[in-house]
C-alpha cells in the first residue's frame, strides 16, 4: 500500500468514525462560547443544624442524606467528594446533590438537588467532568484530530504547488492565532 493510499484511508476512516465527537465538541463549544451552558432544574431542601458542625466528608455525607430523606427526596447515586467550597453527592453529569458551605452561627443546612438537561449535559462532558470513559474518549478523538491533520498534509505535499500553499495557508493561520491570542490577554 503506498504512503498516499495509506493516508487516504486513515484520514477517511478517522473523520468519519470520530465525526459525531466532532460535533458535540462543536455544537456544545459554541453555546458554551456564546453563552448557552444548557439548563439545569434545582430545588433546594433546608434542615436545622445539629451541633457539632459537619466538618468531615462522611458527616456532610450523613447531613446530605437526612436532609433529602426527611423530604421524601431518593438520594442520587454515586460517591460524595470535596468540589471548591461545596459538598456534592453524584456526579455533574447527572442528578446531584449539593450541599452549600456551613459557616459558624448558620442555622440551617441547605442542599439543592440538579437536574440538568441533556444539552448541560454534553457541555460537562466537554469540560471534562463526566468521567473517565468520556475523557479517554476526548483524548482519543484529540489523538485522532492530529492523525487527519497529518494525513491530509502528506496528501496534498507532494505537489509543489499545493504545497507552497499549505505552507503560506498555515503562516497566515499561526499569525492569525498568534494577534488572537495576544489580543485577549
Given at each position: 500500500m503506498s504512503l498516499a493510499k495509506f493516508c487516504r484511508t486513515i484520514h477517511a476512516y478517522l473523520s468519519i468514525f470520530f465525526?459525531?465527537?466532532?460535533?458535540?465538541?462543536?455544537?456544545?463549544?459554541?453555546?458554551?462560547?456564546?453563552?448557552?451552558?444548557?439548563?439545569?432544574?434545582?430545588?433546594?431542601?433546608?434542615?436545622?443544624?445539629?451541633?457539632?458542625?459537619?466538618?468531615?466528608?462522611?458527616?456532610?455525607?450523613?447531613l446530605v442524606k437526612k436532609i433529602l430523606s426527611a423530604n421524601g427526596i431518593a438520594c442520587p447515586s454515586g460517591e460524595g467528594r470535596e468540589l471548591?467550597?461545596?459538598?456534592?453527592?453524584?456526579?455533574?453529569?447527572?442528578?446531584?446533590?449539593?450541599?452549600?458551605?456551613?459557616?459558624?452561627?448558620?442555622?440551617?443546612?441547605?442542599?439543592?438537588?440538579?437536574?440538568p438537561d441533556l444539552f448541560s449535559r454534553l457541555v460537562l462532558l466537554h469540560k471534562a467532568k463526566?468521567?473517565?470513559?468520556?475523557?479517554?474518549?476526548?483524548?482519543?478523538?484529540g489523538v485522532a484530530l492530529l492523525l487527519i491533520y497529518v494525513s491530509g498534509i502528506f496528501l496534498f505535499w507532494a505537489s509543489l504547488k499545493v504545497r507552497m500553499r499549505l505552507t503560506l495557508c498555515f503562516a497566515g493561520g499561526l499569525v492569525i492565532t498568534v494577534l488572537v491570542i495576544l489580543a485577549s490577554f
Open positions: 465525526l459525531p465527537m466532532a460535533l458535540i465538541y462543536t455544537m456544545t463549544g459554541i453555546c458554551y462560547i456564546c453563552g448557552y451552558a444548557g439548563k439545569s432544574e434545582s430545588v433546594r431542601y433546608t434542615a436545622a443544624i445539629e451541633t457539632p458542625l459537619p466538618a468531615s466528608s462522611e458527616a456532610k455525607d450523613a471548591r467550597n461545596q459538598y456534592v453527592l453524584g456526579r455533574p453529569t447527572s442528578r446531584h446533590a449539593v450541599l452549600e458551605p456551613i459557616r459558624d452561627g448558620m442555622k440551617e443546612a441547605k442542599v439543592v438537588v440538579n437536574t463526566g468521567g473517565a470513559p468520556f475523557n479517554v474518549f476526548g483524548i482519543a478523538f
